[in-house]
């Protein structure tokens, strides 16, 4: 973990802010590969009483859930990632699928007909005629 925090007394309030960063190992949400990254709190702000019998304040909770706030909701390890074939699971970022060469989900067969003679139908009328 890595910080740079200002401390200042403020009346009976300790006052800190600052930065905290702290690198973690996430996976990602398209490819399911373990990642390093880092998660900064730019903006660390958290006040606590004190009074005369304070001797520390322990902000061990305060940094653990500021950081925990800061980690993305989809952590993916770049811009560029492919993530996992929808079909058979294959990391994209590691090697090509061959589910598109293992033919069409024969499931849908007989709608691929339909669909092309309807589209064929359709050509056919919007042609005009000749004389």
Same mark, same amino acid.
């Given at each position: =973990? /890595? #910080?740079?925090?200002?401390?200042?007394?403020? !009346?009976?309030?300790?006052?800190?802010?600052?930065?905290?960063?702290?690198?973690?190992?996430?996976?990602?949400? &398209? /490819?399911?590969?373990?990642?390093?990254?880092?998660?900064?709190? $730019?903006?660390?702000?958290?006040? #606590?009483?004190?009074? *005369?019998?304070?001797?520390?304040?322990?902000?061990?909770?305060? %940094?653990?859930?500021?950081?925990?706030? *800061?980690?993305? @909701? #989809? $952590?993916? /390890?770049?811009?560029?990632? &492919? !993530?996992?074939? =929808?079909?058979? @699971?294959?990391?994209?970022?590691?090697?090509?699928?061959?589910?598109?060469?293992? !033919?069409?989900?024969? &499931?849908?067969?007989?709608?691929? %007909?339909?669909?092309?003679?309807?589209? *064929?139908?359709?050509?056919?009328? *919007?042609?005009?005629?000749?004389?």
């Amino acid at each position: =973990m /890595c #910080y740079a925090l200002k401390v200042e007394l403020i !009346g009976s309030e300790l006052l800190v802010r600052g930065e905290v960063r702290q690198r973690l190992t996430c996976v990602c949400s &398209r /490819c399911a590969e373990n990642f390093v990254t880092e998660v900064v709190e $730019p903006e660390f702000v958290q006040s #606590y009483e004190i009074n *005369a019998t304070t001797d520390f304040v322990d902000l061990t909770e305060e %940094v653990r859930e500021a950081i925990i706030l *800061a980690l993305p @909701g #989809y $952590p993916v /390890c770049s811009e560029s990632c &492919r !993530g996992l074939c =929808m079909t058979c @699971g294959t990391n994209l970022n590691n090697a090509a699928c061959r589910c598109h060469e293992e !033919g069409k989900d024969h &499931r849908w067969a007989a709608l691929d %007909v339909l669909k092309t003679d309807l589209d *064929a139908s359709r050509s056919k009328r *919007a042609r005009p005629r000749e004389k």
